[in-house]
């Protein structure tokens, strides 16, 4: 029944964003509110109860249907539709939804999908103006829904974007006709395949929205565009020529070459069954529609999709535990290598004060440089730059320990050389700073040694490339605080990384865990297998690089120091370090970082391969994957690390590990431990006690 007493409104005044009017009949519904003003122009908000952000959620949609029955029968002369959460229009579908199902549901699965999309089609068919206005985030579902309204109206801070590939789908509430019928078909189809996002000003140059402006304007543009005054794009010359077959066919194939770089097929089906769609239907609406639901409910009840979900789970689990508040203002990082700089570089990009400090001055210059290289890239605007660089000091005389609120270390992975700074800057801290060693395999009983205040110190382990690695290993030893621990993980929160919480033991987990993988690469380099089939075994398995690749992209000089404590530690069930490998380090061939180390490498960083390796025999991934694999359990049953959740995770956000399996552990579930167990055991009479299976195989459920 409508809702007439001003009071709903006056409690949101003031405002900083356009609502609709203050003064107008009002109807309240659980997620939905309908307001109408003297103009006749309705506005639909979205709330989503008990939410911190807006979703499309089965309940939604059907409210929705509802609203829009009385938005037919109220008279209204235009229908505005608006989020009233601050952080964006709407994330997407409610990923709650597609969790857990399975094959025999498909049917089910394509009836809801039906369903939702005569919903939404009902938007589209409204005899109206209808008007999407945007702000922030407007990802899958919600921009799925914006495009079945005639206009898109872009706050200057919105980002628009599919990321239905990221989770193993494809869009699946109209996006996949409505798109590539609204802008060029191939940046359409572009924009799906790759799940990046647009920003507003690039979203109004492709014609995905018809305006850009910032909040104060939203009124004005409203009516405008409820009057017929907003000029509008649709289609493009392109799309005439993709409306034939053939055209589509051409433009298909480069498509999926492109797509197979990224995504292979075999482990990845989403891109490839959206370039079908697309070549078999464009053009025809209804037809796409129909094949789009189809395809969407084949690929949500399959594995690589359920998997993928899972991994958006396991993501959603880290950020939970990088909540709250670090006090952490101001950054000093020690040493300006590739970690320490890229750290610092980092940090400043996510509004940090930060000061870099390092014996050798070029070192500081070097890492200077490479922070303006990734800030022009990534960073999109010329002053988010140069603020970014403003924040970030080089301090040659370390000033900055004094005024810090966490300082990092990261220099040479030796124990003494970071006892010996830990000790020289211990007098000159903050009395509540936080000192972290981004150490990447030392135990922090070790590094503790005489430190006055071990209760403040921390393990922040990041990985190689800092940018691109969005896990941070959150090391703690029996003597930290709580509420230092507390304050690393909201640090890892305040600048976008997700925090893995492990115990202090060599190498933690994800080193403890790579290295059996690494060094049993490096026997099989001993065996005489060429380096491009060790590699192509792993990324055939769907790592996203071979072993031999990654231990040059991690430095085979830190590999090395790894590899050898881990030795001391756990004897036998580590293979024998090779010579060669040390010969390599003290020759100065330490990887990418030095143009030379397993492979060579070209002026861009990347490695010389030969194209005629031979292909990697049937058994080859289980040698380097297994391994990996024990390890994690061990780590499982010692207590390293508390649940299957956070190793999943951890392994997939550091390392890469293969995402469409869901996990190590999730993988060897899935693949039965008993057959893991099984191979394990062919492995260890062939080559040895290192790959006798762990105990704690057993015990997993």
């Known amino acids: 029944m409508p809702v007439t007493d001003t009071s709903v409104w006056n409690t949101l005044a003031p405002r900083d964003m356009e609502l609709g009017p203050r003064n107008g009949s009002a109807k309240i519904l659980t997620d939905w509110r309908i307001v109408k003003g003297e103009d006749d122009i309705a506005w639909l908000i979205l709330d989503r109860a008990n939410e911190s952000t807006n979703t499309l959620s089965e309940a939604v949609l059907a409210e929705l249907e509802t609203a829009l029955d009385d938005i037919r029968n109220m008279g209204a002369r235009g229908l505005v539709i608006r989020s009233a959460k601050k952080n964006g229009f709407i994330a997407g579908a409610d990923i709650r939804d597609f969790r857990g199902v399975t094959a025999q549901e498909e049917h089910e699965v394509e009836k809801r999908m039906t369903r939702a999309h005569e919903i939404i089609d009902r938007l589209a068919a409204l005899d109206i103006p209808t008007i999407a206005v945007i702000h922030g985030h407007c990802l899958g579902g919600g921009l799925e829904l914006a495009l079945a309204c005639k206009y898109r109206l872009a706050i200057s801070d919105a980002k628009l974007g599919f990321p239905e590939v990221l989770l193993g789908l494809h869009p699946g509430l109209g996006g996949t006709f409505r ?46 565009a409820v009057s017929g005054h907003v000029k509008t794009r649709r289609g493009s010359l392109k799309s005439g020529v ?89 950054v000093h990082v020690i040493g300006a290598g590739t970690m320490g700089g890229d ?33 022009d890239k990534k960073l999109h605007s010329g002053i988010e730059r140069r603020d970014a660089l403003d924040r970030l000091m080089p301090d040659f005389e370390q000033s900055g320990i004094a005024k810090a609120d966490l300082i990092i270390e990261a220099i040479a992975e030796k124990a003494d050389i970071k006892r010996r700074v830990f000790e020289a800057i211990a007098p000159k801290m903050k009395k509540n700073a936080l000192l972290a060693t981004n150490t990447s395999s030392i135990p922090l009983e070790v590094l503790r040694e005489n430190l006055p205040f071990a ?47 492990v115990k202090s033991a060599p190498g933690f987990l994800v080193n403890r865990a790579l290295t059996p993988y690494l060094v049993e690469a490096f026997v099989m380099l001993d065996e005489g297998t060429a380096r491009e089939t060790i590699d192509r075994a792993a990324t055939d398995f769907g790592m996203p690089m071979g072993p031999i690749e990654l231990a040059d992209r991690v430095g085979l000089d830190i590999g090395l120091e790894v590899a050898r404590m881990l030795k001391e530690s756990f004897g036998s069930s580590m293979p024998e370090i090779p010579a060669w490998l040390t ?96 191979a394990l055991e062919r492995l260890e009479e062939r080559y040895g006690p290192r790959f006798t299976p762990d105990k704690g195989w057993k015990n997993l459920t």
């Not at 482990?267 to 959206?274: D, G, K, V």
Request: with cysteine.
């Open 179 to 224: 798109l590539t019928a609204l802008i060029d078909p191939v940046e359409a189809m572009t924009m799906m395949l790759t799940g990046r996002t647009v920003y507003a000003k690039k979203a109004k140059t492709l014609g995905l929205v018809d305006v850009v402006m910032e909040e104060r304007h939203v009124e004005n543009a409203v009516r405008a």
């Open 242 to 330: 993709f409306g034939f077959q053939p055209a589509r066919r051409i433009a298909a194939r480069q498509m999926r070459a492109q797509a197979e770089k990224h995504a292979p097929q075999r482990h990845y089906p989403a891109p490839y069954r959206l370039i079908d769609l697309w070549e078999e239907h464009g053009g025809d609406a209804r037809a796409m529609q129909k094949a789009e639901i189809r395809s969407f409910s084949e690929l949500l009840v399959g594995d690589t999709a359920q998997n993928l979900i899972r991994v958006f789970f396991l993501r959603e689990k880290l950020k939970g535990a990088a909540k709250g508040e670090s006090g952490i203002r101001h």
């Open 343 to 375: 750290i610092a570089a980092w940090c400043a990009a996510r509004g940090l004060s930060v000061s870099l400090s390092d014996l050798d001055r070029n070192a500081l210059a070097k890492a200077v440089g490479r922070a303006a290289e990734f800030y």
């Open 455 to 501: 209760d403040r110190l921390v393990g922040l382990h990041f990985f190689n490339p800092v940018a691109k690695m969005e896990l941070v290993e959150i090391v703690a030893h029996d003597q930290a605080a709580p509420s230092t621990l507390d304050r690393a993980r909201a640090f890892c929160g305040a600048i976008g990384k997700l925090p893995a919480a």
């Open 583 to 678: 010969q390599k380090v003290e020759a100065g061939e330490t990887g990418r970082k030095a143009g030379k180390g397993l492979y060579d490498y070209d002026d861009k960083g990347r490695p010389k391969k030969a194209s005629d390796a031979a292909a990697p025999g049937p058994e080859m991934a289980d040698r380097l994957i297994l391994p990996m694999l024990n390890t994690c359990m061990a780590c499982l049953r010692e207590g390293i690390v508390a649940d299957v959740d956070t190793l999943d995770g951890a392994m997939i956000f550091a390392t890469g590990f293969a995402p469409f399996r869901g996990g190590p552990i999730h993988y060897a579930r899935t693949r039965g431990t008993d057959d893991i167990v099984a």
